[in-house]
């Protein structure tokens, strides 16, 4: 079955930044695009950025120039690099791909902006 596992969240202070980490299986991740979602509390789960399997990538516009995303097919892993992190990138950040008409997603890992 599909599983997304996503790592490396925690706490950071404003300015600092983060990597975080999706490990796939079950799916053939060379040929899937692959997305990275957040949601703040209280607020709709976003889009935060997305990564074609021709390694076309899409921002949101609050995230452009600060994040990045990549992907090691070899791995079976996708990235967000988070630089330049602010209060309100707070949020639990979720991996997701679509199969097949069935949405996938990860658990979440949680990324707190704080002083």
């Known amino acids: 079955q599909v599983q997304l596992v996503e790592s490396g969240g925690g706490l950071v202070q404003p300015g600092g930044s983060l990597r975080l980490s999706c490990a796939a299986s079950g799916i053939m991740f060379s040929i899937r695009g692959m997305s990275w979602y957040r949601q703040a509390p209280g607020k709709q789960r976003e889009l935060v950025a997305g990564i074609t399997n021709s390694d076309t990538t899409n921002y949101a516009d609050s995230v452009k120039g600060r994040f990045t995303i990549s992907r090691d097919n070899a791995k079976n892993t996708v990235y967000l690099q988070m630089n330049s992190l602010k209060p309100e990138d707070t949020a639990v950040y979720y991996c997701?791909?679509?199969?097949?008409?069935?949405?996938?997603w990860g658990q979440g890992t949680q990324v707190t902006v704080s002083s």
């Open positions: 997701y791909v679509f199969r097949y008409s069935t949405d996938y």
